[in-house]
């Protein structure tokens, strides 16, 4: 905790730096967020729609959300953030909070800028296919069954109060208003539903005005998926998700090969386990299987041990083949197998790191630096469908920085000054 001046206090979560915190003391936490001189501003665009008072600064080279409500909102979305990230749930990062402002009323919540991160209505500012809007219908789920796994009762849940990162093809989403949300021990069925039936009704509604918005602006929306099938895909892929991970199996016994067939699927879709609670039925003859997902991130954290890159899942999952691909290559050529971790640490040298350094300055805040890389994977294998041969890596990189990445859009989304 920081008191300074006769007023303010500021409150510092475990994510701020040491560098931030200078800077968060030199801004004039005495005036209303509206209030504050613009040249302390950084604009930051299509960040959709906010309830509250929403403003971004820069400190210490790391850009802040800054968002004022009352105070007790303030305590309150502080705790559940914190608890958010205790459980490794996708959400925003808490740097702090400021209170007892004096004149300026309300507190002010601070968190972290999530970078390359994008509100759903710019992910469908351009032409679609039905498969995105599909991957956002999935990356929301995923997130509500994350919550629930949790314990966490989100109150709230739209495609509004989310963000949406790409991550190799799919997208990721990250909850950013946790103010409306309860932690506890486990969800009720009743508070389950309740959640999902809201996310569905706002679903809807989302998807409809965007339709709308898209056609008196003559975007089009011809093929695209109807926006109350959309909806309904929401609770279809909820329930079809949270039993896969929930779900109790009566198992024979000599059948671990089930045991192990299930977990796999659990690790193809994100998730670990944690424990397996193993007890005897019918006589010794049965084995009953319970399973208590937590933690997703199994390839993000095979890839991070493997490498130090801290990456998306799908984006792990996707390295890692390549990694696989590139260590069969070095086996066959040496005429000996080569340990996973010496092919992970030549692949970084000698493949990952010089593609992502091929591509000029000027270029690299198009995307990041793992959703580049899985980019040029696509585009090395169009090369090689169409060419005939097998083209590789340092090639891809070089025809895609020439041919695509310069007529990609911006996903920093941040915009220089006031």
């Known amino acids: 905790m920081v008191r300074y001046g006769s007023h303010v206090q500021m409150l510092l979560g475990q994510a701020a730096h040491t560098g931030e ?33 929403v403003r971004f600064v820069e400190t210490a080279g790391a850009l802040l959300a800054l968002k004022e409500m009352p105070e007790e909102l303030v305590a309150r979305e502080r705790r559940l953030l914190t608890f958010l990230a205790e459980e490794s749930v996708p959400a925003v990062e808490l740097i702090g909070a400021v209170t007892d402002r004096g004149g300026a009323g309300n507190g002010i919540l601070i968190t972290r800028y999530l970078e390359f991160s994008l509100p759903y209505r710019t992910i469908f500012s351009g032409p679609l296919s039905k498969q995105m809007h599909e991957r956002l219908v999935d990356a929301l789920v995923e997130l509500l069954v994350r919550l629930h796994l949790a314990g966490f009762f ?18 990721s989403a990250y909850l950013v208003d946790a103010e409306t949300g309860q932690a506890v021990p486990a969800l009720t069925d009743g ?6 039936d809201l996310a569905t009704e706002r679903v809807a509604g989302e998807m409809a005005d965007l339709r709308a918005e898209r056609e008196a602006g003559g975007s089009g929306c011809r093929g695209e998926p109807d926006p109350f099938w959309l909806a309904e895909q929401v609770a279809e892929r909820y329930h079809r998700l949270w039993a896969e991970l929930t779900r109790e199996e009566v198992i024979a016994i000599g059948e671990r090969h089930r045991v192990e067939d299930r977990i796999r699927r659990l690790n193809a879709l994100g998730f670990d386990v944690r424990e397996l609670a193993v007890t005897t039925t019918e006589g010794s ?21 493997l490498t130090g890159l801290d990456v998306g899942e799908n984006q792990a999952r996707r390295l890692l083949n390549d990694i696989s691909g590139y260590r069969a290559w070095l086996s066959r050529t040496g005429g000996a197998e080569v340990p996973l971790g010496v092919a992970a640490s030549r692949w970084l040298a000698e493949i990952y790191e010089p593609v992502i350094e091929s591509v000029p300055a000027a270029l690299r805040h198009k ?4 959703e580049l890389f899985h980019q040029v994977l696509d585009h090395r294998w169009f090369l090689s469908e169409s ?17 695509v990445l310069p007529f990609i859009p911006d996903e920093r989304q941040v915009l220089a000054g006031g």
């Open 367 to 370: 995307l990041e630096a793992a």
């Open 191 to 196: 508070q389950r539903g309740y959640d999902l």
């Open 21 to 53: 915190i200078g800077g968060l003391l030199e801004l004039p936490w005495q005036l209303p967020l509206r209030d504050w001189p613009v040249d302390l501003l950084v604009q930051v665009r299509d960040r959709g729609l906010a309830r509250h008072c």
């Open 154 to 171: 989100w109150g709230d849940c739209s495609l509004s109060n989310a963000l949406f990162r790409r991550d190799a093809g799919a997208l």
């Open 285 to 305: 003859s049965k084995l009953r299987l319970t399973t208590r997902v937590v933690e997703p991130g199994f390839h993000r954290r095979e890839l991070r041990a």
């Open 387 to 403: 060419m005939g041969r097998d083209v590789g890596t340092t090639e891809a990189a070089r025809s895609f920085t020439n041919t």
